[in-house]
């Protein structure tokens, strides 16, 4: 089983918004500290914001700040809305199954009960199991403080 680039973007997203807890993350920092690119993280945030993880702020001050709890953040539910459209084999998208032996192949049946299980296990597992207490990941995450902005161009010059 291979997760897709984009449910691994929103793990680190969320990661990154946790251990800032109580600031506004930009993107272009989870980019840097995550190894990414900046066009494929706008499009997971902007997912991750349609699916309530995540509130966004725009502008020059904006960023991005976790919805609710990473305690009632679940990696289960993060990856079922994630990986849900990509079939984990061809035999599971009807629209697609090209598969001549699908109609009497037993292995379909075990493998949707092996991915039941997968996602069950992650269901145990929240956000704030992976960052309480993960100084390394801390030590990674963390964003130093901002500066803070000068009000008006007048200020600039003085």
Request: charge should be negative.
């Amino acid at each position: 089983m291979r997760l897709t680039i984009r449910t691994n973007l929103a793990v680190r997203v969320l990661m990154h918004c946790a251990v800032n807890s109580g600031r506004l993350v930009r993107s272009a920092d989870i980019a840097e500290s995550c190894n990414a690119s900046g066009n494929h993280l706008a499009q997971v945030i902007h997912r991750l914001q349609l699916c309530g993880y995540v509130d966004t702020q725009r502008g020059r001050q904006g960023g991005l700040t976790l919805s609710r709890p990473a305690s009632e953040i679940s990696m289960g539910e993060l990856f079922r809305k994630f990986e849900a459209s990509v079939p984990f084999t061809e035999c599971f998208d009807p629209s697609s199954n090209s598969c001549p032996l699908a109609h009497a192949c037993r292995m379909r049946r075990f493998l949707a009960r092996a991915t039941e299980a997968f996602y069950r296990e992650l269901d145990e597992v929240t956000l704030e199991d992976l960052v309480d207490g993960n100084s390394e990941l801390h030590d990674l995450l963390t964003l130093a403080p901002r500066e803070p902005m000068l009000e008006g161009c007048a200020a600039q010059f003085n």
